[in-house]
Each structure stands twice: as C-alpha cells, then as structure tokens.
C-alpha cells in the first residue's frame, strides 16, 4: 500500500536502527597506479633537458608510449634493454628478434623502426652536405648506425664522384653471420655505371669484433686492383662491429 509506514521516512528510521535496511558503506579510494601522470613528466624532461636528460629506458619509454597507450611501459623498455644492451642496439635490432620479447607487438616494432630509419636518413643527408674525405667522423657515425648491430654481414659501397661527395650509397650483398659473398666485377662495374671516381668499402662483423680477416685483406686488395686500372679509387675498407670499427687506410693494410 502506498504512504504505508514502513515506506515513511520514520519507518525507514526505524528499520535503520533495527538493523532491517542494508545501506553500503563508503569505500576507500582506490590507489592511484605510480605511473599516472608520468608519461606526461617524462616528455616534459624530454622537451626541457632533451635526449642527454633521459637514461636510455626512459628514452625508449617515449617510443613505447605511441604504440601503447594505456600501460606502465617502463617493464618493457627495461625488459629489452636486458635483451640488446643499449638504446642504439634495440632501435638496431631486427623484427624478428624483438618480436621474441614478450610485450612487443607489432605495433611497437613499427615504432621503432620509425626511428630507426628516421635516425639514418638524417645521418645519410649529412654525409650528403660535404666531400666525405672531410667529414669522416660523419661517415664513420653514420655507418655505425647503419651496419654495426646487424645480425647477418653485409656488404655497402658509397660511391664517391670527382669531388668525393657522395653519388649513391648502396648495399651490395648481404650474407651469412660471418659471410658475404663479394664479387669485384660487379663493385667495379657498378661503380663505372654511376660514372663513380671513387669508392669506400663497408662491411660488418655480426661478431662484434672488427678485426679483418685474411679473405677481407685479399677481396679488398683484389678490388681495389681491378677499380685502379681503371682509373675508380678506393679511398677505404671500414669494417664495423659492436665494439668499434677499424679503417684498412689507417691501419695500413691497404
């Protein structure tokens, strides 16, 4: 019946006190999660103190924040950290390997080939802007970042013109973890199609170390034979590795 007396203000009094009515009680508030509040700080650093400010996790932080957009990230970045030892190794890394890491996505490989291939474009252009004999630390730079942390050889060749600026930038082969074939026909022939004077030679040791080996002296003397007849130098043999990087010229094996 409608207005009764359990339904009237004093009813619901009474029935209170009695014990009758479940009325919820108010509950604590949540925990705000620790990392609420920390993408934005981290950019603000970012933009403040740029990249020098930020230890290498929480470099890769920023990029991991693009391709996932709700979640703490910072596990993640650690995680490959552990994996390839330096920022520059796990940008360097390969999709296949990355994608063995639990959390990395596809979306987050996507990422961080973006920066990747940003980062080299940038240090190619600047290889561009001058002769290369006399911006060798550029070059050096950048073919560290192009070829030092692969997984398999590979073999570049740039190709110089009158004035040593840079015509075409090109590998050639790729090969084995510790092979690639090189044929010095087809070097000398490309290098006589892009009407090239010059040439500097590239290539990496998965390994790590950079130290030639008695087939790369040969190959390069063999090379350097066939382009001098003719009239394509070779400037340089630079072999890269992790651990650094050894040029033929300035060791005086060529």
Same mark, same amino acid.
């Given at each position: ?28 508030? %949540? &925990?705000? &999660? ?36 709700? %979640?703490?990230?910072? /596990? ?33 490989? !996507?990422?961080? =080939? ?16 001058? /002769? ?5 630390? !550029? ?7 192009? @070829? ?24 050639? $082969? %790729?090969? !084995?973890?510790?092979? !690639?074939?090189?044929?010095? %026909? ?24 950079? $130290?030639?080996? =008695?087939?790369?002296?040969? @190959? ?12 394509? $130098? ?13 040029? @033929?010229? $300035?060791?005086?094996?060529?």
């Amino acid at each position: 019946m409608a207005n009764s007396f359990e339904e009237s203000p004093l009813g619901e009094l009474l029935a209170l006190e009695a014990g009758a009515v479940n009325v919820p009680l108010p509950q604590p508030p %949540r &925990p705000i &999660p620790h990392y609420w509040g920390h993408r934005d700080r981290l950019r603000i650093r970012f933009r403040e103190g740029g990249a020098d400010a930020l230890p290498d996790y929480e470099l890769l932080e920023l990029i991991l924040f693009r391709a996932i957009p709700r %979640r703490d990230v910072k /596990p993640l970045a650690k995680d490959m950290l552990a994996r390839f030892g330096s920022f520059a190794e796990t940008v360097a890394a390969s999709p296949e390997r990355l994608a063995e890491i639990e959390g990395v996505t596809g979306a987050v490989i !996507t990422e961080i =080939k973006i920066v990747q291939a940003a980062a080299l474009r940038t240090s190619q252009g600047e290889v561009k802007k001058r /002769p290369v004999l006399a911006a060798m630390s !550029t070059v050096l730079s950048y073919l560290r970042s192009a @070829m030092a942390f692969e997984d398999r050889e590979q073999f570049r060749i740039l190709f110089l013109d009158r004035r040593n600026k840079l015509i075409s930038d090109e590998v050639q $082969t %790729r090969g !084995t973890i510790d092979h !690639t074939p090189v044929y010095t %026909r087809e070097v000398v022939k490309r290098a006589l199609d892009l009407s090239a004077s010059a040439i500097i030679l590239a290539h990496n040791h998965p390994s790590g170390d950079p $130290t030639p080996s =008695k087939a790369d002296v040969d @190959m390069t003397r063999q090379i350097m034979d066939v382009a001098t007849k003719l009239g394509v $130098t070779v400037h340089d043999h630079i072999v890269l590795g992790r651990d650094g990087h050894l040029s @033929m010229r $300035t060791a005086g094996i060529i």
